[in-house]
Structure formats: C-alpha cells, structure tokens
Nanobody, 119 residues
Framework: QVQLVESGGGWVQPGGSLNLSCAAS????????KNWYRQAAGKEREFVAG????????KYADSVKDRFTISRDNAKQSVYLQMNKVEPEDTAVYYC????????????WGQGTQVTVSS
C-alpha cells in the first residue's frame, strides 16, 4: 500500500539545523513531484519546498529560500529537507504529501514530523 513516513524532526535552537527525511513506498516515487508542506499550530498547511518537472526544478517558499534545501534520492524512494538557520517561525509539523494525478491536490499524507525551534 501507499505509505509516506516523515522523520528527523525534533527540538532545535534558533540558528541551528535539522535534516528531515520522507520515505515512500507502495508506488513509483520517481513518477511524482516531491513536496514539503508544514502546518503550525492553529494555522493552515503551507507549501515549503518542492521538486518538479524532470526532478531538477526546485521551488521554495520565500520564507525558507536560502535556508532550506530540498533533495531526493529516487533509488531510496526518499525526499529530504535540509533546514539551516532555523527560526521560531519554522516550528510546525512537516509533511511530504503525494500529489494527486487529478484535481491539483494531494491524495496521500504521512503523519508528519514535528519541528520545534526555541531557545
């Protein structure tokens, strides 16, 4: 079955770093765009980063550009998010949903991984 498992979150001080991982199984990972979303407490989920097209087109939210880096390893069916110079506003649950083939949304979500940035 389709499964997405996010991991690597935790507590970190402002200015620190974390590397998030998302392991996919049950489908051809390379056939889908890769995305990271996050949801802070009491707020809507928002786009963070993504890999599109042939896998070489990266896109980032303005709030994380130049601080976060998305990458993927198709052989390992995994996508990563390297978070550097984290800020308290980065505190959220991070997800790597699978894009839907129709409708322009997402058809599968993992449980997410919590990132907490505080001093």
């Amino acid at each position: 079955q389709v499964q997405l498992v996010e991991s690597g979150g935790g507590w970190v001080q402002p200015g620190g770093s974390l590397n998030l991982s998302c392991a996919a199984s049950g489908f051809v990972f390379s056939a889908y765009a890769k995305n990271w979303y996050r949801q802070a407490a009491g707020k809507e989920r928002e786009f963070v980063a993504g890999i599109f097209g042939d896998g070489s087109i990266n896109k980032y939210a303005d709030s994380v550009k130049d601080r976060f880096t998305i990458s993927r390893d198709n052989a390992k069916q995994s996508v990563y998010l390297q978070m550097n110079k984290v800020e308290p506003e980065d505190t959220a649950v991070y997800y790597c949903p699978r894009p839907s083939r129709g409708g322009g949304n997402y058809d599968y979500w993992g449980q997410g991984t919590q990132v907490t940035v505080s001093s």
